[in-house]
């Protein structure tokens, strides 16, 4: 049963691959992109393998969780490969409000990205720990995650919005910033390659170190430890010694992997940018050429204003009262809480700017990769990096 959840995400994850090139070949036939009343046949393809993609991996969910016993959320691969794909059954119900395929070129991608990430982290089904023995565990999680899902088709309308919108013709602040968000896109794929080469050498390396309550424990890493445990020692015989140590409040080891990933990213970004002489965004601008902007920046504010509320169900209202439950109290300043309210703050902000302030087009747009940038900051640095009652999602 468990390979068979194995098989059935992957190959969700291979749909939706031919999928994405599917809704590329769309975008090249389709004269208007703007006409939602009809759609060619490459993106009825690619929309159709979407959709078998994604009736596949709720499948993976549903088998996983019967094998679990529980709601497979509970940790960083489960965790991750249910936001992905949330956020492919997100793009799904809007492209049938909207019928453009031009979004699903930009937002597959991202969920591949997500499932591809997940995929590095131990996939070991494992009985719950006490405090997440709580069936809100399942309603905070699982909405939450849909919540941010949601709001993530708004980070690929506006980067689709700000690809349209800047000139790139010219090196300013706005070219500089968007090829940023570019980078961090590959920077995931770098986490992916790198992760991928060592788990294929078999690379490995054990530590006793002293956690922040001062107990004796072990650690293995599956990377040269460039970043060491708190009063680490190492075990393995000729292994590589690290050239910092990390505080106890620190994980070392998943900081360790950031910092891996970051290095391959910046490897892997500039063989691209070597291989297409232009900027990533420069690159992308002929895909959307056709597209009006008031269509995407529709498409990017209707997110945010579902998304918002679910969010808001999910990552704190639940998330308080399955606190209340776990350890007695609503509120405790953990990292993974505050982010969620910093997370939550920006999006109101978001909103009371869009609808007081008048901030539409591309102020709405850069609005909107911020958000994401913040949600996948707590996704990645705050539960893989910061030590807290959330950490673990890094397992």
């Known amino acids: 049963m468990v390979e068979l959840s194995g098989n059935l995400l992957f190959i969700a994850f291979i749909l939706y691959l031919v999928a994405t090139l599917f809704f590329g070949g769309s975008i090249k036939q389709k004269k208007d992109l703007n006409d939602t009343k009809t759609t060619n046949k490459w993106g009825k393809i690619a929309v159709f393998l979407t959709i078998i993609g994604f009736i596949s991996q709720l499948g993976y969910f549903i088998i996983r969780w019967i094998v679990a016993g529980h709601a497979p959320v ?74 941010e899902a949601i709001l993530a088709i708004s980070f690929a309308a506006g980067l689709i919005y700000l690809v349209k919108a800047i000139d790139q013709t010219k090196s300013t602040k706005k070219t500089f910033w968007l090829e940023f968000v570019m980078f961090c896109l590959v920077t995931v794929i770098g986490f992916v390659v790198v992760s991928s080469v060592f788990a294929g050498m078999g690379y490995h390396e054990k530590f006793n170190w002293v956690d922040k309550s001062g107990n004796q424990a072990q650690i293995e890493y599956t990377m040269p430890a460039l970043t060491g445990p708190h009063e680490g020692k190492l075990l393995t015989k000729d292994g590589f010694k690290p050239w910092a140590e990390m505080p106890a409040f620190i994980n070392a080891k998943k900081l360790n992997t950031v910092i891996w990933s970051v290095a391959a990213g910046i490897v892997l970004y500039g063989l691209i940018r070597l291989i297409i002489r232009k900027r990533i965004g420069s690159m992308l601008k002929p895909l959307v050429k056709n597209i009006k902007l008031d269509f995407v920046d529709e498409i990017s504010y209707r997110s945010v204003l579902i998304g918002f509320p679910v969010f808001t169900l999910g990552a704190l209202i639940f998330a308080m009262i399955w606190a209340q439950v776990a ?42 990769v911020i958000g994401f940038a913040i949600i996948m900051f707590n996704l990645v640095a705050v539960n893989l990096v910061i030590a807290g009652l959330h950490s673990y999602a890094g397992s």
């Open 74 to 147: 509970s940790n960083m691969f489960e965790f991750t490969t249910f936001f992905g794909m949330a956020l492919v059954g997100a793009f799904i119900v809007i492209y049938f409000i909207y019928r453009t395929t031009l979004l699903g070129l930009f937002t597959m991608p991202v969920a591949i990205l997500v499932i591809a990430y997940a995929s590095m982290f131990p996939r070991d089904i494992s009985p719950l720990i006490p405090s997440l023995q709580s069936y809100w565990l399942y309603i905070h999680v699982t909405t939450a995650a849909i919540g």
């Open 327 to 368: 350890w007695s109290r609503f509120w405790g300043w953990d990292p993974k809480e505050v982010w969620a309210l910093i997370t939550w703050l920006f999006y109101a902000a978001f909103m009371h700017l869009r609808l007081s302030k008048g901030w539409h087009g591309e102020k709405s747009a850069w609005l909107a």
